[in-house]
């Protein structure tokens, strides 16, 4: 069976393309995708297919029922896209000023589709159920995924796999791993409160970008010196502003960062550690603070059993080369959430190249030969997960 859907999917290979780019050239920011949700739910509808829309938000949820008992078995893909203008040189280049699916999630919800597609196709010879989860907001938390959970998106199912197509590996491989494979990814803010003063006269004003320029270093030494080193962890100060004129003193300057952390006892320490310097040093200098920290995304970690069957299955997809073990990476995902209900797995897909730009750039773009690898290795994991649960 998976022989014949296999077959079938690369015949719906172009539809897939130009799904795929329809929607790169229509992209909707997190917690707006109106028209892309209605997108979606209009492809089931026309095919036929059990679909719900407005799952927690603009969440879509679309249902395949094989004609034989079994398992039912989730896959999910995201649609949001992030608030970057489109450089890139393409046909199918964003048309919405200051928006772009600089991430792939278009090419997961093309991939998604047409395999429910085929999936639908092939009911007659299935076992079990397949839920097909479309997430909306991954890229802003607090996200989809834990709205659309709350809604009920994973009442009754069994295991979830989930991929991302993944532009700074080549296509063909397929990355994933035991354990945590994506970090904790958390936010925070610091703005320290001086006292301004003409820049001639420093002695009576309290300097707030002298002080946050001692925090910015200051706060390196928490990962080089709190964290164990067989730890992992990043704090980040991305934002720095102070804005005046150049001959004044501030009286305000505010820090944005994030932190990233696979380690539960290491993220509250962190959380806590950056209040307890700001404090240091913002008293030493005579300046007030104020601090927020706020927390995203935890680790997304995979399940052993269903990562080791995940990686046995695609060593048998046509397409793949590779597979094997990614090191962890320190960006976020809420598919994390789902991992904390249910068993499941989440892997990369390559769809690059040796001079692809990376994810979140303004001239990204995926090997779109990495969609039919990505629907074939879910639909496998998901249709030989049916016989491995009557083992």
Request: hydrophobic share 40%; with cysteine.
């Amino acid at each position: 069976m998976l022989a014949k859907l296999y077959t079938n999917l690369e015949n719906d290979f172009n539809e897939m393309v130009s799904i795929r780019r329809y929607l790169h050239q229509h992209p909707e920011l997190s917690f707006q995708e109106t028209k892309t949700a209605s997108f979606i739910k209009k492809y089931y509808e026309k095919l036929g297919i059990e679909v719900q829309d407005r799952i927690g938000g603009n969440g879509v949820v679309a249902k395949i029922y094989g004609s034989k008992p079994g398992r039912t078995i989730a896959l999910r893909a995201d649609f949001d896209a992030l608030p970057i203008q489109d450089e890139k040189d393409a046909p199918y280049k964003s048309l919405v000023p200051g928006v772009m699916h600089a991430c792939g999630h278009d090419g997961h919800t093309a991939t998604l589709l047409v395999l429910a597609k085929n999936l639908n196709e092939m009911r007659a010879d299935l076992e079990g159920t397949y839920v097909m989860i479309h997430q909306h907001a991954e890229e802003y938390a607090p996200g989809g995924a834990k709205p659309m959970i709350e809604a009920g998106c994973l009442d009754g199912v069994d295991a979830i796999f989930g991929t991302h197509l993944w532009a700074t590996v080549p296509t063909g491989t397929i990355q994933s791993r035991v354990g945590p494979i994506m970090a904790a990814a958390d936010r925070f803010e610091i703005t320290v409160n001086g006292k301004g003063g003409h820049g001639a006269h420093p002695h009576t004003s309290k300097d707030a970008i002298v002080t946050a320029a001692q925090l910015v270093v200051t706060l390196q030494q928490i990962v080089s010196r709190k964290v164990n080193p067989i730890d992992s962890a990043v704090v980040t100060v991305g934002s720095f502003v102070a804005d005046n004129a150049f001959n004044v003193i501030a009286d305000k300057a505010k820090l944005i960062g994030t932190v990233r952390t696979f380690n539960e006892n290491t993220r509250a320490m962190i959380e806590k550690e950056i209040e307890r310097i700001t404090k240091g040093i913002c008293f030493t200098n005579d300046c007030g603070y104020d601090y927020v920290y706020e927390r995203g995304y935890p680790a997304l970690v995979n399940h052993r059993e269903e990562t080791e069957f995940l990686m046995d299955c695609a060593k048998s997809v046509p397409g793949v080369e590779i597979v094997e073990e990614t090191e962890p990476q320190m960006g976020g995902e809420d598919f994390a959430y789902y991992l904390e209900n249910l068993k499941g797995s989440f892997f990369f897909t390559g769809a690059g190249s040796h001079d692809a730009y990376p994810h979140h750039h303004p001239r990204f773009d995926i090997d779109e030969r990495a969609m039919l690898i990505a629907a074939r290795t879910l639909a496998t994991a998901a249709v030989n997960y049916q016989k491995k649960s009557h083992d």
